[in-house]
């Protein structure tokens, strides 16, 4: 038996947790929008091809805001190609991931979506192949009240009214060699302060996103944001930061995944206040985690410019899904920070939700710790402080065997705590200075780490109710065995 600590105090809140925190991301890639959320045969579809299968799980995990169209499609794409009739739309090649685009699904046919699944469109503008002036024109078509020949056009394609979208990308990845159009960091960070400049010209309200490193081992990281940021500081709200989590090896690499999210989101806030610094700044920059899960697939497979390929695809182990609540808890932990946050993505590309054509939509294992999420770290998140035995990771050293985050709303505290040790563990929870509580929740996932959910068998792998916690001495007792996640909520004593 191993005994564990947790304690949180009232008095220690990080921040309001922003609801932006649980975002998603839908990109033109692998069967992410065909197939995903639009398939228009499918039985489930309604008047616009959209699979209301897929809209009704949307909606079960509470995203806020879907960042579209890309990713790297976007850097190619010319918003242009897909508004108008379906019909005079052109076929192309998207160079990205080599896939045929038939351009059937595009900028209004996202608005409806985004409508229907109770969710705040997130904006992305192409400044790769892309230019400032085309970025305002799409921020005229979307947002503009006027009438001009671009709103006219919007209200052809049924936009009667403007689609208010308030939080824009400048760009995807523009750091990465393999992105259309890389730009060196300074070229990037002139071309996005002009179209920064451009677009809020149309809409002075927006919220934009710059380019950050698309990830820790690029070897500009990161230096990239330094200079980025040393001519954007003044022009954009957030800077993106972009991260994928894989099995290393071996499983305790795996498991220090959120050590390794934690020191990239620390690493980014600390670019960014040096630069504040150096600007004489009063203006804190917030952190934008618009692409973000774990990913097993060690390649994304061959597309050869088909339509809607099967690639990306992964499926997800109870494994996976545990790791997976560790990376929630981490941006819990820095909600004073991390302001939006996307999963990337919503559906079937490395995803909560998988569908089969014409048939099933199913949750993946990681469906559930991401609702359980939404549904209950709400409302201000509070500092823990854990007390823990260590395991030792080759990639990432040492690191505690539990995590763990708390929030409270509207008087209910709930712990998130994640269990990486095979070992018995005595967990004491101690919330004393948030009043005299009671456990009225105890949701876990447990079991065995390699099952997952299929087609055939989609609910092998869901959350259980458990035993209550019991009290003893004004401290709550969790008593795992295994590596596991578990959701205790308290509510005060009447």
Request: aromatic share 10%.
């Amino acid at each position: 038996m191993q005994n564990v600590r947790i304690f949180a105090d009232k008095d220690m809140p990080i921040s309001e947790i922003g609801d932006d925190l649980y975002s998603s991301f839908i990109e033109h890639l692998g069967r992410s929008v065909y197939e995903g959320i639009y398939e228009p045969d499918h039985p489930s579809a309604d008047e616009n091809g959209f699979r209301g299968d897929v809209l009704a799980l949307v909606k079960e995990l509470g995203f806020t805001k879907i960042r579209y169209p890309g990713g790297n499609f976007v850097s190619g794409y010319n918003w242009k190609n897909g508004i108008g009739p379906k019909e005079n739309r052109p076929i192309k090649l998207d160079l990205a991931w080599k896939t045929t685009e038939t351009n059937e699904f595009g900028t209004d046919e996202f608005m409806k979506w985004c409508r229907l699944a109770g969710v705040e469109p997130m904006m992305a503008v192409n400044l790769g192949s892309g230019s400032p002036m085309e970025a305002a024109e799409l921020v005229e078509y979307c947002n503009h009240a006027g009438d001009t020949s671009l709103t006219r056009e919007r209200k052809r394609n049924g936009g009667e009214h403007p689609y208010g979208v308030k939080m824009w990308c400048l760009g995807n990845e523009m750091d990465s060699e393999g992105q259309i159009g890389h730009l060196s960091a300074q070229a990037y960070a002139d071309k996005a302060k002009e179209a920064a400049k451009l677009m809020r010209y149309v809409d002075g309200s927006l919220k934009l996103v710059c380019c950050g490193s698309y990830c820790t081992s690029s070897p500009t990281y990161p230096e990239w944001d330094r200079v980025v940021l040393e001519t954007l500081y003044d022009d954009v709200d957030y800077l993106s930061l972009h991260q994928y989590f894989w099995p290393q090896g071996n499983d305790l690499d795996y498991y220090a995944s959120s050590v390794c999210m934690d020191e990239y989101i620390r690493t980014m806030a600390g670019v960014c206040d040096f630069v504040r610094a150096k600007k004489r700044s009063k203006k804190q920059m917030m952190l934008s985690f618009d692409e973000w899960n774990i990913w097993n697939i060690p390649k994304s497979g061959e597309a050869n410019w088909s339509r809607a390929p099967h690639i990306l695809e992964d499926s997800y182990t109870l494994q996976d899904a545990v790791v997976f609540s560790s990376l929630m808890s981490t941006l819990v932990n820095h909600a004073d920070r991390v302001k939006c946050a996307c999963l990337a993505q919503a559906v079937n590309v490395i995803a909560p939700i998988a569908t089969q054509k014409g048939g099933k939509a199913i949750r993946q294992t990681t469906f559930y710790p991401y609702a359980l999420f939404s549904a209950y770290a709400r409302g201000t998140a509070y500092r823990v402080v854990i007390g823990a035995p260590d395991l030792n990771s080759e990639a990432h050293g040492a690191f505690p065997c539990v995590t763990a985050s708390v929030a409270e709303r509207a008087g209910e505290v709930t712990v998130f705590v994640t269990c990486f040790s095979e070992k018995e563990t005595r967990t004491e929870i101690e919330l004393r200075s948030f009043g005299e509580l009671k456990c009225v929740g105890h949701i876990a996932m447990e079991g065995d780490l390699g099952a997952r959910n299929t087609f055939s068998f989609p609910e092998t792998v869901r959350p259980k109710e458990k035993e209550l916690c019991r009290k003893e001495g004004g401290k709550f007792i969790l008593q795992t065995k295994g590596v596991s996640f578990h959701v205790l909520r308290f509510a005060r004593e009447k």
